[in-house]
């Protein structure tokens, strides 16, 4: 059954790096976004992509935040200078043709030291 | 914005019982999904709906448009079923497609 995958599992970075975070969505999908847990925090929605765009962006995805899908098979999140609070796993969904449904992938756990 | 509550937030069951798990939400919604978040962090997902109910083995799902509310059932539970259990909308109106997250109902099966 085709899953998505995201990687890496684990990431451990500094304080102001950039970090990205890789995900590879079900190949027929066209819609992606991104989700963020941090620990023993709810879920919360950080972006959604379609057609090669953002489509709507929550208030925590600011300007350290950018989304690209480079290659038409990839998509990626990028952190351009990571805070210790953005320590949490991001999860990555993708969606279909019924967009209401989305898999997600097993996410990243990013710890920011 | 819409809130969404879950209960109970922890929930310890004896192998075999039937388990219920409640989400409420103050908004009215296009879809309600149900998802499993195993102890290693990975998610799920069990159910979307947007009326009725809907079966998947021992889970169960319902939703009542009308009364705001959700919820999950497990029939004849196992060890393997403890996990949190995760209930998140999507807000009725044109073009959002983004999804509020309930805290989660852990639930622990004890053989």
């Known amino acids: 059954e085709p899953e998505v995958t995201q990687t890496p599992s684990h990431q451990v970075t500094q304080m102001g790096q950039e970090v990205i975070l890789r995900c590879v969505p079900i190949s027929n999908h066209l819609y992606f976004y991104w989700y963020r847990q941090i620990l023993g925090q709810k879920v919360e929605f950080l972006v959604s992509f379609y057609n090669n765009e953002i489509s709507e962006k929550s208030e925590i995805f600011d300007d350290q935040f950018s989304v690209e899908r480079p290659d038409g098979s990839n998509f990626t999140l990028k952190i351009r200078s990571t805070k210790l609070e953005d320590s949490a796993m991001y999860f990555c969904?993708?969606?279909?043709?019924?967009?209401?449904?989305?898999?997600f992938g097993p996410g990243t756990r990013l710890l920011v030291l | 914005k819409n809130e969404v509550e879950q209960s109970p937030q922890n929930l310890t069951a004896q192998e075999g019982e039937f388990i219920t798990i409640n989400c409420s939400y103050s908004?009215?919604?296009?879809?309600l999904h149900w998802l499993q978040q195993h102890p290693g962090g990975g998610i799920v997902s069990l159910f979307m709906?947007?009326?009725g109910k809907k079966k998947h083995g021992r889970l169960i799902a319902t939703i009542n448009i009308q009364e705001k509310h959700s919820s999950l059932h497990i029939t004849a539970s196992h060890p393997r079923d403890s996990a949190v259990y995760i209930c998140?909308?999507?807000?009725?109106?044109?073009?959002?497609?983004?999804?509020?997250f309930g805290k989660g109902t852990k639930l622990s099966v004890i053989p």
């Open positions: 998140a909308v999507r807000s009725a109106g044109a073009g959002s497609y983004q999804l509020t």
């Open positions: 908004v009215g919604i296009s879809a």
């Open positions: 969904a993708s969606g279909g043709v019924i967009r209401e449904t989305q898999y």
């Open positions: 709906l947007s009326s």
